[in-house]
């Protein structure tokens, strides 16, 4: 059996500024990968993503992408064996200037170290969901200065 998670929020901006805070790599950089994203998520690219608390930048494959909708990536998230993992941010406009996201991850096996890794992902996209509405609607860096 394979681990998957699905965390979600609600941000209170419209549902293509809460899209380009996820697919436009200068925007991610200001309030989610503390050492920089590099790289749009477009369909068939292969980007970079790096944080201060996990030195060394990930390259992560947009496999997937439909502008205020969805982006489906993979990307070496399963720390117990180097398998690469699924990502799907799923877009839901409700209301004019209010936006669900929910993302999801999948691909780990059903192991104590994957239960573990899955585990510490949730947790990481449950923080970017939160640092994310706090520069979207408040210009709060919440990771800044968090982890170095």
């Known amino acids: 059996m394979e681990l998957s998670f699905t965390v979600g929020g609600r941000i209170a901006k419209p549902i293509h500024e809460v899209y380009e805070a996820v697919a436009d790599p200068a925007k991610l950089s200001e309030y989610f990968t503390t050492g920089g994203a590099r790289g749009r998520l477009d369909p068939g690219a292969t980007v970079s993503w790096d944080f201060h608390d996990f030195p060394g930048a990930f390259p992560v494959q947009v496999e997937a992408a439909e502008q205020d909708r969805r982006i489906e990536l993979s990307w ?3 720390a117990s064996t180097g398998s690469p993992t699924r990502v799907i941010f799923d877009f839901e406009a409700i209301a ?5 996201l929910r993302i999801t991850e999948s691909g ?41």
């Open 76 to 78: 070496p998230g399963d």
């Open 108 to 148: 780990w096996p059903d192991t104590a170290e994957g239960r573990r890794s899955s585990y510490q992902n949730c947790e990481g996209w449950t923080g970017m969901l939160c640092a994310m509405k706090a520069w979207l609607e408040h210009g709060v860096k919440l990771r800044q200065g968090f982890y170095k």
């Open 96 to 100: 004019p200037d209010r936006t669900l």
